[in-house]
């Protein structure tokens, strides 16, 4: 191996603890080293361009969004088709679009199972979620579990599952924003994060989720359009054969023909289905991703939204699998792209980056830079309104207040709670530069997989399901998710200094998620209080209102 | 809605037959869904070999990467039936359902 691979395999190898310990591609995650770049004037000007338009949509949004069901979900009148593309624009993030193809540069084949993973994910969700999702439920798939259940606690264990999603993934967003403008811009640290932090208050609080869906959906569209023009680029200089870009590829990287099957990357089989279960159940349990489902009028175009969304997510991750395998013929020899020590020019999640500006030089180079910072703030005003929504709609109007609030004074602290997770999302960005962002993203998925989705599918199907069962095992999840994590090699030996974990994997999910199921099972049905046979008695008029949508909240009343 | 509307609901002959084949093409696209999904994990991870094997002689497309886009285009594929089907099927049915019981 020469001098410059070894470079190159050691910055993947910060990238791969990433990925391995975590469901690394919803975050957008530029780890390691990173040196402040020259201005990118093309970059920046794009990018203001971009900032320009969305602040007109968002003071367009504004003036629409008058009331709590506006702010919270557009008022229910997102059309599919838009709120399909923005789903797919919340999974097309800068860490798909940046680190699975930095992956399969590296280490080929492995690569592709997060793309397949979340590819078989979405159309579960529209078979055993979506729709029953949008029939239950008014703004949060906290209304859903609470449905039937004893509202006051189910809410606030909810609150706590959804919230430490948003505040984690936020993290690991920011700081993956902060290292990415770093890099593309010449930006420093500190006014990178707040200027992300700045745009997604004004995005979020004035223009909600109007706004929100709408920046979204034009950096979604501008990013397949990228992609595309890139995808087409690397198949027009192999005369449109994929069979002669792997051919290539294979010849070219060290690992040669060994990059187009397995065990370049995940090297056991417990890793293997780990990452494959964490790839599949992260997804259903996050909290900006279920909300979406109540933006438009009803169930039908609910399930009309997820499929326009498995629909883009599918092209677009055919499009990754062409571009991650066709970097390594125009990147890995190609001395413009390497400094003088041999590692790639900003680390290895530019290759993607390096190979836009082979196929369309400084203009087109300045455009997917642009669009990669983008699609951060689109990613985390989405999370901050989630957030907002839950302090303002599950825990004040809901908990504090039992709904006797006005729709006036439920803005007002939705609004003071953007402010407040922007300030948070800043201080804890700043407070986490240098910290394992990896960790603190698996954190997310791993609570999100097991609190949120074990009480969010049980509450849907589950007859027995009783208030205690959804508490004791909601609270088992987070305990075991947090502290498995906290015990194992990720924290207890990389972040705490010890020789040897506690705890031998880096995913808690394999183990909590389980155990969450088990427990709520085991309690719901120990739980033979009045109040039990109550909430089983429920079970029909939800099972009917799931099934027909008869009394589905519409955006007018309650 | 009141308790004697849910009875009228859950002994209804057509709420029964809507519940039940809504539910089994849910079932079955998950199961189906899902057991590709394992075959392919089960095979990175106990057949690695057979994964990296060509598709036929001196080809460069190897059956683990012909398996990861069958599978990106049957999720495709899958959500575009189900949603052929539910929005011609299904939702004539719920329709006839709710109007019966006077809600629509």
Known sequence: MNKHLKNTALTLGVILSYFISSNAVFAAVIEGEVQKQAINYTAISMFLVFVLATLFITYWAAKQTKSKEDFYIAGGGIKPWQNGTAIAGDFMSAATFLGITAAIYGFGFDALIMAVGMMVAWPIILFVITERLRNLGSFTFIDVVSFRLDKRPIRILSAVGSLSVVVFYLIAQMVGAGKLIQLLFGLDYIYAVILVSVLMILYVSFGGMLATTWVQLIKAILLLIGGSFIAFMVMKNFDFSFEAILKSASEIHPKGTAILGPGQWLKDPIAIISMGLTMLFGVMGLPHILMRIFTVKDAKDARKSVFVATGLMGYFYLLIVIIGYGTIPFIMENPDYHNSDGSIIGGANMVVLHVTHFMGGDIMFGFMSAVAFATILAVVAGLTLSGATTVAYDIYAKTIKNGNVSSEQEMIVSRIATFAIGGLAVVLGIAFEHENIAFVASMAFAIAASVNFPILLLAIYWRGLTTKGAIYGGITGLILSVGLMILGPSVWVNALGNAEAIFPWSYPTFFSMPIAFFIIWLVSKLDKSKQAELEKSKFDDQLIRSELGIGISKAADH | ?104
């Open chain 2, 1 to 104: 809605m009141s308790n004697i509307e849910s009875e009228r609901f859950l002994n209804h002959a057509g709420f029964i037959h809507y519940s039940k084949i809504k539910n089994r093409v849910n079932f079955w696209l998950t199961i189906l869904l899902l057991s590709s999904y394992s075959v392919y994990v089960g095979a990175m991870a106990f057949a690695p070999i057979w994964m990296s094997s060509p598709l036929w002689d001196g080809s460069t497309i190897t059956t683990g990467i012909l398996l990861a886009i069958i599978l990106l285009f049957s999720g495709i594929i899958c959500s575009g039936l189900y949603v052929l089907w539910a929005n011609r099927v299904l939702d004539k049915l719920k329709q006839e359902l709710l109007k019966e019981f006077g809600h629509e």
